[in-house]
Nanobody, 125 residues
Framework: QAQLVESGGGLVQAGGSLRLSCAAS????????MGWFRQAPGKEREFVAA????????HYADSMKGRFTISRDNAKNTMWLQMHSLKPEDTAVYYC??????????????????WGQGTQVTVSS
C-alpha cells in the first residue's frame, strides 16, 4: 500500500510559476513509475507528465511540453512538477499518481494504482 500526498498548489498570475511536490510513504516508491494528472471543473482527468522508476525517461502531454518539468528523488520518496509560463487554462486540481504499468508514454487513468488527494492550482488572467 502506498500513500501519496501532494503540496505546493495555490493561486498564481498568468505567466507565473509553481512547483508541486508529491511525497510517498513506504519503501516502494522507487518501484513505481510516477506521474501527474489534472482535472478541471466539468472536465475529465487528463494526463500531464510521467517519469520512469529510475528517472531516465520522462513524458509530457503536448500542451505541457517546454513549460512543465517532472522529476523525482527516490532517496527522498518525492516527485516534483515544476510549472512555468502558467496559463488560465492550467487551472485544475493536480493529482499525483503511481502507475501499475511500465509503459507510461501516454498513460491512462486506468493505469494508475495509487492516487494522491490532489492540490488546487489556480491561474488568474
Amino acid at each position: 500500500q502506498a500513500q501519496l500526498v501532494e503540496s505546493g498548489g495555490g493561486l498564481v498570475q498568468a505567466g507565473g510559476s509553481l512547483r508541486l511536490s508529491c511525497a510517498a510513504s513506504g519503501r516502494i516508491f522507487s518501484t513505481y513509475p510516477m506521474g501527474w494528472f489534472r482535472q478541471a471543473p466539468g472536465k475529465e482527468r487528463e494526463f500531464v507528465a510521467a517519469i520512469s522508476r529510475s528517472a531516465t525517461s520522462t513524458h509530457y502531454a503536448d500542451s505541457m511540453k517546454g513549460r512543465f518539468t517532472i522529476s523525482r528523488d527516490n532517496a527522498k520518496n518525492t516527485m516534483w512538477l515544476q510549472m512555468h509560463s502558467l496559463k488560465p487554462e492550467d487551472t485544475a486540481v493536480y493529482y499525483c499518481a503511481a502507475f501499475g504499468v511500465l509503459g507510461i508514454s501516454r498513460p491512462l487513468t486506468s493505469d494508475v494504482d495509487y492516487w494522491g488527494q490532489g492540490t488546487q492550482v489556480t491561474v488568474s488572467s
